[in-house]
């Protein structure tokens, strides 16, 4: 019998929670993956004609994607609350405004990849709430460091759906098996390679990098010699990251002058699988999982790889 998403449930309080909610995400994803799959047919490809928090179009699917994810979660009755990078508030599950914990959800991920048949993906990650459960869920619910997150990980939408998720005992992920309709354990225990793989960046933006950051880049590719690869979604390049190893980064420029990638939907939750897998995540020279969130839609720099290839290009 192939190991399911089950495995992944740890004993204890936690575990308990954990098992229906990673189940709810690769429901969620499964659901995603079908609506990417027929989206031509479905007229739902393209801008939705409105704009989301981020100042950004947001396509149909962005936001049916959300949606989608929005259910899945309130049908486990373990969730108070989501913040989304699609919703400018904290969305409340009345429902269950009174259960544990709090889902923080990039719904779709590398959004601008869709009309090119490109990988997309979807990003989330849990905590356990901070106000009293006999209390209406608020925003400072979600304002917790990547040092709180019991679980995090993604969906990734590319010639096969993968689920890639931890809860804090290393990195594990599932492939969408469709002839089985279920996500079965194909990467066990994934560790981040020490040396290779490639790094990854939007170099183009090189010259209005902050930080003197486009002169590291340069030191460190003499250093290490790696070759090149950006998808410009970051589940892919992650997951790319991940499994081959190098460096993927994201810095502050003259046009996001504080980063682009959001810290609670994108920075964290990468941060907290790049080191339950032996890398490592900084920002503004401290670790990701360090910084106390000031708030929902905060965007951050981002450096995340092998140690030895983030210390040569922050060194
Ligand atoms: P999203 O589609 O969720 O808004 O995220 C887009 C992000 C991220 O996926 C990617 O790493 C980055 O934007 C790419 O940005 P550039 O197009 O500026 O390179
Ligand atoms: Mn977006
Ligand atoms: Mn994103
Ligand atoms: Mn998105």
Redesign the pocket.
Known sequence: MPTTLNSIAKQGANGVAMMPIIQGVGRAAIEIAAVLRGAVFRGVLGGAGSENVQGEQQQKL?VLSDEIFLEEMRSTGFVCAVGS??QEELLVIDEYAHADYVVLV??????SNLDVDGPVGT?FSVVRRKTANSDYPHVSDTLQSGRNVIAAGYVLYGPATMLVCSVGDGVHGYTFNPSAARFELSHANIRIPAKGGYYSVNEANKSSWLDGMGDNLDRMKDETGLGMRYVGAMVADMHRTLLKGGVFLYPADNKNTTGKLRLL?EAIPMGFVMEQAGGKSMSNGIHVLDIEPEALHQRVPVYLGAAANVDSLLG
């Open positions: 962005d990078e699609e990039d719904p779709l991920d590398g959004s990003i939907y």
